[in-house]
């Protein structure tokens, strides 16, 4: 969910879906997909851009397996971000969709994200399948009848 949140933040839209959003860790996926849109902002202007993994969770299946550190002097911005394989990847597609080169995507990250989202459309997550459907069906605008004006055709 964090994917498609950060790919596309306005698909899913809290007032056109605010069952789905009350929903345990929706809302933690929208926080991490707003976090990595903020790092994408960051990054254009960012110095000493690192990823390191974190050995201390590197090995729980929960834990955060990368560590991102960027500094952004001019604004004297020191940041450090625990981030999974996943939300790597994620970050590094939308940064080079942005047009920052410090964090190159490679193939792998393009398949772990496309995986991820082909993962949400058909899991057992009937509302989000079920809202994707709906959107994509969604009647589209008829226009009203033109009303002639009056005394002439």
Not at 43 to 69: K, M, N, S, Y
Not at 122 to 128: A, I
């Given at each position: ?20 959003f ?10 991490r997909?707003?976090?990595l ?15 390191a993994i974190?050995?201390?969770v590197?090995g ?20 450090v ?24 995507p ?46 002439g055709?």
């Amino acid at each position: 969910m964090t994917v498609a949140m950060a790919i596309a933040p306005g698909v899913y839209a809290r007032n056109r879906m605010f069952e789905f959003f009350n929903k345990a860790g929706v809302s933690r996926a929208k926080s991490r997909a707003a976090t990595l849109r903020g790092i994408v902002r960051h990054l254009g202007r960012a110095r000493a851009v690192t990823v390191a993994i974190d050995d201390a969770v590197a090995g729980t299946p929960a834990g955060a397996e990368f560590v991102l550190r960027y500094q952004i002097p001019a604004i004297r911005l020191a940041r450090v971000v625990e981030l999974s394989r996943l939300e790597l990847a994620t970050l590094r597609l939308l940064a080079a969709r942005a047009g920052a080169s410090c964090l190159p995507p490679d193939e792998a990250d393009r398949a772990l994200v496309d995986a991820a989202l082909a993962q949400l459309l058909v899991s057992g997550e009937g509302d989000v399948a079920r809202v994707t459907k709906e959107l994509g069906e969604a009647p589209t605008r008829t226009r009203a009848p033109s009303i002639p004006p009056p005394g002439g055709e």
